[in-house]
Nanobody, 124 residues
Framework: QVQLVESGGGLVQPGGSLRLSCEASGFTLESYAIGWFRQVPGKEREGLSCISMDTGSTYYAGSVRDRFTISGDNAKNTVYLEMNSLKPEDTAVYYC?????????????????WGQGTRVTVSS
């Protein structure tokens, strides 16, 4: 069964950091592009970043480029999103998604699998 599972969300104060994980099971990430998205109720899902797992190439949306870092570990079949200098407007449910091949840019467009999401709340 192909599955992506996110973890690492939680409550953090403004200016703080969190590291999200996206672990795959049922398939290996090495031939995939993995993207991170977030969604706030009532708004469209926002693409944040993408990593091509075979080359390690990374891409970022301008809104997070200087604060978020995406990385991958093929041995652990896991992708991470390190988030620093968090702001209240980063509050959202964060999802990862997998698309076979390489990143088309910072946002995956034809996801083959989605995770269930992990909630991040930035508040004092």
């Amino acid at each position: 069964q192909v599955q992506l599972v996110e973890s690492g969300g939680g409550l953090v104060q403004p200016g703080g950091s969190l590291r999200l994980s996206c672990e795959a099971s049922g398939f290996t990430l090495e031939s995939y592009a993995i993207g991170w998205f977030r969604q706030v109720p009532g708004k469209e899902r926002e693409g944040l970043s993408c990593i091509s797992m075979d080359t390690g190439s990374t891409y970022y949306a301008g809104s997070v480029r200087d604060r978020f870092t995406i990385s991958g570990d093929n041995a652990k079949n896991t992708v991470y999103l390190e988030m620093n200098s968090l702001k209240p407007e980063d509050t959202a449910v964060y999802y990862c998604a997998a698309e076979f091949g390489v990143c088309p840019g910072y946002k995956i467009v034809r996801a083959d699998a989605w995770g269930q999401g992990t909630r991040v709340t930035v508040s004092s």
